[in-house]
């Protein structure tokens, strides 16, 4: 018997197929199943294209029936799932996306005025360095001053002791590398010559920098003592330039605490820095804004279920009808896939129980046959017992009886 074939999608013509006999051919029935199969499988596709062009449908109208009614309170229901529900979750979803982009702009302001903070503190960092260097050559001069003053009062005695040794040394070493500089010899004579003149240079360069700031360190320290008496008139110059510099820098120091205290507050903290929290603000903006089309689809399908158009008939306009009517079909039409989807299944389900039940009365015969044969094997036992019973009695009575015996 061939299957009957679908000549278009829907199980009516599948139906029948049930109170086909079970005891057809293996890959008969094999194909009948898969052929059912295909056709649940072609109406799911039909039911879902339908589903999907009715949602779009509803979608459009929802989000049409939003901004018809704005800030208007049309629905008095307190319904959990009824349209002012709907319109609450709607609304708020809309003031998140607004505060959110609220943050987001102010979050910008705070980005410029980081720029600006970054340009300021930079610039004064550069001052203020620019500063302290004017400020060491000060002090230097003001320690050369102090240690070559003539009066004895005025000069710290370790100090200028310091100052005369490395005096002594810095001489050593210039007089040194002119005596080098005046050798001649061979390629090992100025091999030896080169490495005793960078030696020399380099302790030279040391001795040098540790007389700067042995002077360094006298200018900072006679600053620090307050002395009235100045060692020299070019000394009480550089004194008096000192201070006016060390007031500057302390004025810088103090408006860089406070920038880059107002840019510790902008830039970090537990919250994150300004753009990881705009980044933050975006991505939950399109996370809400992902989730309209549910809300939208939401509300459209309550003003096409039962009572719906009563509810929204001061927004629905002739279009909006006709797109209810639309909706109204599809979802007929969805309906009756369902119905024939379900009808094949049914089928399906009849055909598979009755394998089920023909499955079990073969088990059922071949219990039987067992039990036959079991009869069959007890009653041969039975007849065996009657048999070796019997020939007990034979052998019981010869034993017992009288044959003559012996004298």
Same mark, same amino acid.
């Given at each position: 018997?061939?299957?009957?074939?679908?000549?278009?999608?829907?199980?009516?013509?599948?139906?029948k197929m049930?109170?086909?006999?079970?005891?057809i051919?293996?890959?008969?029935?094999?194909?009948v199943?898969?052929?059912?199969?295909?056709v649940?499988?072609d109406?799911?596709? %039909?039911?879902?294209?339908? $589903?999907?062009?009715?949602?779009?449908?509803?979608?459009?109208?929802?989000?049409?029936l939003?901004?018809?009614?704005?800030?208007?309170?049309?629905?008095?229901?307190?319904?959990?799932?009824?349209?002012?529900?709907?319109?609450?979750?709607?609304?708020?979803?809309?003031?998140?996306?607004?505060?959110?982009n609220?943050a987001?702009?102010?979050?910008?302001?705070?980005?410029?005025?980081? %720029?600006?903070?970054?340009? %300021?503190?930079?610039?004064?960092?550069?001052?203020?360095?620019?500063?302290?260097g004017?400020?060491?050559?000060?002090?230097?001069?003001i320690?050369?001053?102090?240690?070559?003053?003539?009066s004895?009062?005025?000069?710290? #005695?370790?100090?200028?002791?310091?100052?005369?040794?490395?005096?002594?040394?810095?001489?050593?070493?210039e007089?040194?590398?002119?005596e080098?500089?005046?050798?001649?010899?061979?390629? #090992?004579?100025?091999?030896?010559?080169?490495?005793k003149?960078?030696?020399?240079?380099?302790?030279?360069?040391?001795?040098?920098?540790?007389?700067?700031?042995?002077?360094?360190?006298?200018?900072?320290?006679?600053?620090?003592?307050?002395?009235?008496?100045?060692? $020299?008139?070019?000394?009480?110059?550089?004194?008096?330039?000192?201070?006016?510099?060390?007031?500057?820098?302390?004025?810088?120091t103090?408006?860089?605490?406070?920038?880059?205290?107002?840019?510790?507050?902008?830039?970090?903290?537990?919250?994150?820095?300004?753009?990881?929290?705009?980044?933050?603000?975006?991505?939950?903006?399109?996370?809400?804004?992902?989730?309209?089309?549910?809300?939208?689809?939401? #509300?459209?399908?309550?003003a +096409?279920?039962?009572?719906?158009?009563? $509810?929204?008939?001061? #927004?629905?306009? &002739?279009?909006?009808s006709?797109?209810?009517?639309?909706?109204?079909?599809?979802?007929?039409?969805? +309906? &009756?896939?369902?119905?024939?989807?379900?009808?094949?299944?049914?089928a399906?389900?009849?055909?598979?129980?009755?394998?089920?039940?023909?499955?079990?009365?073969?088990?059922?015969?071949?219990?039987?046959?067992?039990?036959? +044969?079991?009869?069959? +094997?007890?009653?041969?036992?039975?007849?065996?017992?009657?048999?070796?019973?019997?020939?007990?009695?034979?052998?019981? $009575?010869?034993?017992?009886?009288?044959?003559g015996?012996?004298?």
């Amino acid at each position: 018997m061939e299957p009957v074939k679908p000549a278009n999608v829907n199980g009516d013509a599948f139906l029948k197929m049930a109170a086909w006999p079970l005891k057809i051919p293996k890959n008969v029935y094999n194909k009948v199943m898969d052929e059912r199969k295909s056709v649940i499988k072609d109406l799911e596709e %039909k039911k879902r294209i339908l $589903a999907d062009t009715r949602n779009r449908l509803l979608e459009g109208l929802g989000e049409t029936l939003f901004q018809k009614i704005g800030d208007g309170e049309p629905f008095s229901d307190g319904q959990a799932s009824g349209p002012g529900i709907v319109l609450a979750e709607y609304r708020g979803m809309q003031k998140e996306i607004a505060d959110s982009n609220g943050a987001i702009k102010s979050l910008e302001l705070d980005i410029l005025r980081l %720029k600006e903070l970054e340009e %300021k503190i930079t610039v004064l960092e550069s001052e203020q360095s620019m500063h302290n260097g004017e400020l060491a050559q000060v002090h230097i001069r003001i320690g050369m001053a102090v240690l070559g003053a003539s009066s004895p009062d005025n000069v710290p #005695f370790l100090l200028k002791k310091q100052e005369e040794a490395l005096i002594v040394k810095i001489e050593e070493h210039e007089r040194t590398l002119e005596e080098l500089e005046e050798q001649g010899g061979g390629i #090992f004579g100025w091999l030896s010559k080169n490495a005793k003149t960078a030696v020399e240079k380099a302790l030279l360069s040391k001795n040098r920098s540790d007389l700067e700031k042995l002077y360094l360190r006298a200018g900072i320290e006679y600053l620090s003592a307050a002395r009235d008496e100045l060692a $020299a008139e070019e000394a009480a110059k550089d004194t008096e330039k000192a201070l006016e510099i060390k007031k500057h820098i302390s004025s810088l120091t103090e408006e860089l605490l406070l920038l880059k205290e107002e840019r510790r507050k902008i830039g970090g903290g537990s919250e994150g820095s300004p753009s990881s929290r705009i980044k933050g603000f975006e991505k939950r903006i399109a996370q809400i804004t992902k989730g309209f089309p549910a809300v939208y689809l939401k #509300f459209g399908s309550q003003a +096409a279920a039962s009572g719906g158009k009563e $509810a929204f008939a001061s #927004f629905l306009n &002739e279009e909006d009808s006709s797109v209810l009517e639309k909706a109204e079909i599809l979802s007929s039409q969805i +309906a &009756e896939e369902e119905l024939s989807i379900k009808k094949i299944n049914s089928a399906i389900r009849i055909d598979e129980e009755k394998a089920e039940i023909e499955r079990l009365k073969k088990a059922i015969a071949a219990q039987r046959q067992k039990i036959t +044969a079991a009869e069959d +094997a007890i009653a041969g036992l039975e007849e065996q017992i009657n048999e070796t019973e019997q020939h007990i009695g034979e052998l019981e $009575a010869f034993v017992q009886g009288d044959h003559g015996g012996e004298n």
